[in-house]
Nanobody, 115 residues
């Protein structure tokens, strides 16, 4: 079992930056992959970025070159650095971690990109 708690969401202007954090309740060394998904109102949840414990990353095409996922095993935390944010409105960003045969999700952090 693992609990995931996101933080760092908020309101940001188009073109701005934001960093999300996802803190795990236990060591993330064996949690793989870990990453981020997002969901806009009325839409399906979609992959943003994931990283395996071996460092293999996977990004959605729409965020490549703008977002960076990273993990700090010592702090049991995964990050999502988001740059050049587009005015997509308000999305909920969810942290996800795979452990064994189970997937664990955080409750989400709201990110609003608006002027």
């Amino acid at each position: 079992q693992v609990q995931l708690v996101e933080s760092g969401g908020g309101l940001v202007q188009p073109g701005g930056s934001l960093r999300l954090s996802c803190a795990a309740s236990r060591s993330i060394f064996s949690i793989s992959p870990m990453g981020w998904y997002r969901q806009a109102p009325g839409k399906k949840r979609e992959l943003v970025a994931t990283m395996t414990r071996g460092g293999i990353v996977n990004y959605a095409e729409s965020v490549k070159g703008r977002f960076t996922v990273s993990r700090d095993n010592a702090k049991n935390t995964v990050y999502l650095q988001m740059n050049s944010l587009k005015p997509d409105g308000a999305d909920i960003y969810y942290c996800e971690g795979g452990l064994g045969a189970s997937d664990y999700w955080g409750k989400g952090a709201k990110v609003t990109v608006s002027s």
